[in-house]
């Protein structure tokens, strides 16, 4: 039997219930698919922070990389522990060390879910640069508590992860319709923005069988909302594709249905899985959480390390279950109705 270790990072507050209702629908589906999964839980979190002074422990990138996958709950407790900390001590350093360069979130309704747009036959896939942009790091600050203060944060893109990225847009849209949007603020960021977009013309030139728009950020955030059936593939920077897929979750009916994958395309190191949702401190522990964006982060992590057809069993599990309006309404239904409901489609 064909096994895959898991490393289960649960995090913060609704990522610990999330993150076990997902096992639970991952291991009922590879029990009826014919394969197995090992999960091993880390405590690395906002809490494991306070007690160590870190958010993982020094060797912890090590101990990640023998893993086949990484399913991820939430991370963060701001009122505890500043984003700032817990962002760059544990999700970005993962991200960058296991060169999980596309960030790939899917934006369509599912089956009973009521979004706030009239348009309801959307279905869009943002592919977000993951490891450099807008979020480097590189920058600093000088002079601090006086009036001469100066902040300085430094965007930073190379030609390798900007081809890269929009190469991997490039595949996606031909698994799709055909269609890739490029977005940029080259108007306004006259450097970088335009560098990224002379790369994207070079790019078109080797996929003739895709039909490329480049868009101002602005303008594709408007089309999102005005016109989201017009788009098939988005492909944007860090900071950009952040944004966006706020959006994307919005239109899609809430971050409760919001998934993502960060993945390392050579598979030369583990790809790691989650929701896109915070930790929700405000409703933590009251077992409400909508658990579907966790687990439709798994059913993406089953697709990568090739088991497609659980994969898809486990959406349309979902989809079943959210036909019946289960998970359809935010705080109407628990967690563990939802996780139940799902699991029950699958057998």
Not at 199 to 218: F, G, M, N
Request: aromatic share 8%.
């Amino acid at each position: 039997m064909k096994s895959y270790s898991i490393a289960l990072i649960p995090g913060d507050g609704i990522g610990r219930d999330v993150t076990a209702a997902a096992w639970s629908v991952l291991e009922t589906a590879a029990n009826h698919s014919g394969f197995a999964l090992t999960g091993t839980e880390f405590p690395w979190s906002c809490k494991y922070y306070k007690d160590t002074g870190r958010m993982m422990p020094e060797d912890g990138i090590a101990t990640l990389r023998g893993f086949d996958a990484i399913l991820l709950g939430a991370v963060g407790w701001p009122a505890e522990v500043p984003d700032s900390v817990s962002l760059h001590g544990l999700l970005l350093p993962i991200r960058k060390a296991f060169v999980q360069y596309a960030n790939i979130r899917p934006h369509r309704l599912l089956p009973g879910v009521t979004g706030p747009l009239r348009a309801e036959n959307f279905d869009i896939l943002c592919i977000r640069e993951n490891t450099e942009g807008e979020y480097s790091g590189a920058g600093g600050r000088v002079h601090q508590g006086t009036l001469d203060e100066v902040a300085v944060e430094t965007s930073i893109f190379t030609r390798a992860g900007v081809e890269r990225i929009l190469r991997f847009g490039f595949e996606q849209a031909r698994t799709r319709r055909g269609k890739l949007a490029s977005v940029t603020k080259s108007n306004a960021q006259k450097y970088s923005m335009v560098f990224w977009d002379e790369i994207t013309r070079k790019l078109a030139s080797d996929y003739p069988d895709v039909e490329v728009t480049s868009y101002h950020v602005d303008a594709l955030a408007a089309r999102m909302i005005m016109a989201p059936e017009s788009l098939d593939v988005v492909v944007a920077s860090n900071l950009f594709g952040d944004i966006l897929t706020d959006i994307g979750a919005a239109i899609q009916g809430g971050l409760g249905y919001a998934a993502s994958a960060n993945i390392n395309p050579d598979r030369s190191a583990p790809s790691m899985f989650e929701p896109v949702h915070g930790s929700a401190p405000d409703i933590a522990h009251l077992g409400i959480a909508n658990p579907i964006a966790a687990i439709w982060s798994g059913s993406m992590m089953l697709d990568h390390l090739g088991e497609k057809a659980a994969a898809d069993g486990i959406m349309k599990a979902v989809e079943a279950a959210t036909a019946r309006g289960i998970g359809t309404i935010p705080g109407k239904d628990r967690t563990e109705a939802i996780t139940a409901a799902v699991v029950a489609a699958l057998t």
